[in-house]
């Protein structure tokens, strides 16, 4: 199957600084990308999906202030969580999409805001 | 909220049974996906069923699709020990580019 990495892996910052996540589609062009939260032992819940070239379209009480991302082009998207507080820490997972339904899910980031 | 319900949250069984992990949704959808995602992992993707199919088998899982009961089954035969992971299902959320998760299935297989 199409692999999709992540950027770090695990991150570990201090409360009020930006940490900014990478999501690479490494062997095929993902025309649409998609950031998830999962908390411990939970299931993921779509942050929101971006387009190459266009502004993210964020879920339903995602703050689209403190969660930025930016798709630039077709194998990359980041998403920057700004003025992090420990409260955020989660895991973030980055998935990418082709053309067809399957979504190819890139193994997470973990985040501790201390 | 959209998401899915799976059932069971957990369950542990022996190496060699099978498994079977349900999951209920709520709208109508174009597909039902299932994924498995070991502890602290990233997702892998399984199987893919479409609305108009009822089963589909790849190796040892089986997946069973009943729209008119908006309900899907996840079936691992001769489990292994290596099968031990968290697995959800994921609609399309009514013919969007969104997938909308299930819970999840916690599956222990002991050796």
């Known amino acids: 199957g199409a692999v999709v990495s992540q950027h770090p892996s695990r991150v570990i910052c201090k409360s009020g600084t930006s940490v900014k996540i990478e999501c690479r589609s490494l062997?095929?062009?993902?025309?649409?990308m998609f950031w998830y939260r999962q908390f411990p032992k939970q299931s993921l819940m779509l942050m929101a999906t971006s387009n190459e070239g266009s502004k993210a379209t964020y879920e339903q009480g995602v703050e689209k202030d403190k969660f930025l991302i930016n798709h630039a082009s077709l194998t990359l998207s980041t998403l920057t969580v700004t003025s992090a507080h420990p409260e955020d820490s989660s895991f973030y997972i980055c998935?990418?999409?082709?053309?067809?339904?399957?979504?190819?899910f890139g193994p997470g980031t973990r985040l501790l805001v201390l | 909220s959209q998401q899915g319900e799976e059932d069971p949250q957990a369950l542990s069984i022996q190496e060699g049974e099978n498994a079977t992990m349900n999951c209920s949704y709520k709208?109508?959808?174009?597909?039902l996906q299932w994924y498995r995602q070991n502890s602290g992992r990233g997702l892998v993707h399984l199987i893919l069923?479409?609305?108009?199919?009822r089963e589909k088998h790849s190796g040892r899982l089986r997946v069973t699709l009943d729209t008119s009961k908006k309900s899907s089954s996840l079936l691992i035969t001769a489990s292994r020990a290596a099968d031990t992971a968290s697995y959800f299902c994921a609609t399309d959320a009514g013919y969007t580019d969104k997938l909308i998760f299930g819970t999840g299935t916690r599956l222990q297989v002991f050796p």
């Open positions: 998935s990418a999409r082709e053309l067809a339904e399957t979504q190819y």
């Open positions: 069923i479409r609305s108009n199919e």
């Open positions: 062997d095929f062009q993902a025309t649409t």
């Open positions: 709208t109508s959808i174009n597909n």
